[in-house]
């Protein structure tokens, strides 16, 4: 094993054993080269003053080379901060930015301890890390029967975890801890579970209330002190999102801190929240351990990074920093938050309206992008009939579920978007 590595290791297993426990072979095997390309290039930017040979960039008139078709529609933007590379880790004023949005957001996290966030490629390359470092073949993936497809190519095929769901609500429409923690506890033979918190939910669009969220707590902590290892994700892809009287906050604040084998994961991003799918900003910090095993954990993540993307895009990390400095950033958010509510309150009116009787049951929903149909024909023949006559695209799950993005729906459409579905429903039980 590389020195680095087992360096890196010893301060884990010194400050927090049971996260060292936690981590993978991949997970133990990596490290970030200190003596690297990399590292020599940033040693050269401080000290090469006359010549600096080091790093594969192009230069011209001291600042990085460039197109002027591809500068003139950045105008707005120095070179430097968008030609370059950026730092594996991203760059440092977002990291700082984001990690101060994070303390405003989640009151929950003052006095915690938690990484300086590190930035990824978005939430999907963030969700890949947690799954390298931590996931070894056989490990259990504790996650509703809800959930984003990806989780399984993720860890499950990708690393040969193995997915272990649980129904995501109870009988009385509310978020299942009981059957989250009956799945923890029986990890007890294994000795580790991931457990992935995605909140809003994607598919449903719920978010767990206050009650709900101290209950999800109580069953991570009631496998802990039975011996099980849990690495705690929170998928908080859509953060912010809040319509209803729901958390309003991310776990991650709430486990930190709460037992020696728990190890809060959180990762989120700008794609969602700030309406920039396209920019591939996300983020992912480590919660709850000593300094020395964060900044571990910091240099393992940083490994990952380097073997796989090397470093996010620099171009979107800027505007994307520009944006969260700007004094103009709260209110335009606040105007989009608006819209995205009213959508989904128009959606929640609609169904409760008696127009449609009892063809569109859903799902409870509260935040988020998405609601889901609970129907009683098969979903793939509604999608289907909605594609070919009515000319509209949905999202089968399962035998019944559907899907329903009204996020890129505007308002005052969606009444006809939910009489085609109900329209298509119909024509599906006609036998048609």
Not at 354 to 382: Q, R
Not at 398 to 413: H, K, M, N, Q, Y
Request: aromatic share 10%; charged share 25%; glycine share 8%.
């Amino acid at each position: 094993m590389n020195p680095l590595a087992q360096q890196l290791n010893e301060t884990i297993a010194h400050e927090q054993p049971r996260v060292f426990e936690m981590l993978s072979k991949l997970g133990r095997a990596i490290y970030f080269p200190k003596i690297g390309i990399l590292s020599q290039s940033a040693e050269a930017k401080q000290k090469a003053k006359t010549y600096n040979a080091t790093i594969g960039i192009a230069t011209e008139n001291g600042q990085p080379m460039h197109l002027e078709v591809i500068q003139e529609t950045l105008s707005a933007y120095e070179p430097k901060d968008i030609y370059e590379y950026a730092p594996p880790a991203g760059k440092p004023e977002l990291r700082t930015a984001w990690r101060d949005k994070m303390l405003q957001e989640n009151p929950s996290l003052a006095g915690k301890r938690f990484s300086q966030p590190v930035v990824t490629n978005a939430l999907t390359h963030g969700l890949s890390i947690v799954a390298d470092l931590f996931a070894d073949e056989g490990d259990a993936v504790i996650l509703p029967d809800k959930n984003w497809e990806n989780y399984e190519l993720t860890f499950g095929i990708r690393r040969g975890a193995v997915m272990v769901e649980y129904p995501l609500y109870d009988a009385d429409g509310s978020f299942n801890a009981a059957g989250l923690r009956d799945a923890l506890l029986a990890q007890k033979e294994r000795g580790k579970a991931i457990v992935l918190l995605n909140f809003p939910n994607n598919p449903t669009g719920y978010t767990p209330g206050k009650k709900e969220g101290e209950a999800i707590v109580a069953a991570i902590r009631d496998a802990a002190e039975a011996g099980i290892n849990v690495v705690a994700v929170t998928d908080d892809a859509y953060f912010a999102l809040f319509f209803e009287d729901s958390l309003h906050e991310s776990l991650f604040g709430r486990l930190c801190g709460l037992h020696e084998r728990v190890l809060p994961v959180k990762i989120d991003g700008a794609t969602k929240e700030e309406y920039v799918w396209g920019f591939r900003v996300g983020f992912i910090t480590y919660g709850g351990t000593s300094d020395a095993c964060l900044a571990a954990l910091e240099q393992k993540t940083l490994g990952i990074i380097r073997a796989t993307i090397s470093s996010g895009p620099h171009p979107s990390q800027t505007f994307v920093l520009r944006a969260l400095k700007s004094p103009d950033f709260a209110d335009q958010k606040a105007r989009k938050y608006a819209i995205m509510k009213g959508r989904a309150n128009r959606v929640k009116q609609l169904l409760d309206s008696g127009k449609y009787g009892d063809d569109l049951i859903y799902y409870p929903f509260n935040s988020g992008y998405f609601m889901c149909l609970k129907l009683d024909v098969d979903a793939e023949a509604v999608r289907q009939l909605l594609l070919n006559e009515y000319e509209v695209g949905t999202i089968a799950l399962g035998g019944t579920d559907l899907r329903v993005a009204f996020s890129c729906i505007e308002e005052p459409e969606l009444e006809d978007l939910f009489d085609r579905i109900h329209r298509a429903v119909l024509d599906v039980r006609a036998g048609k």
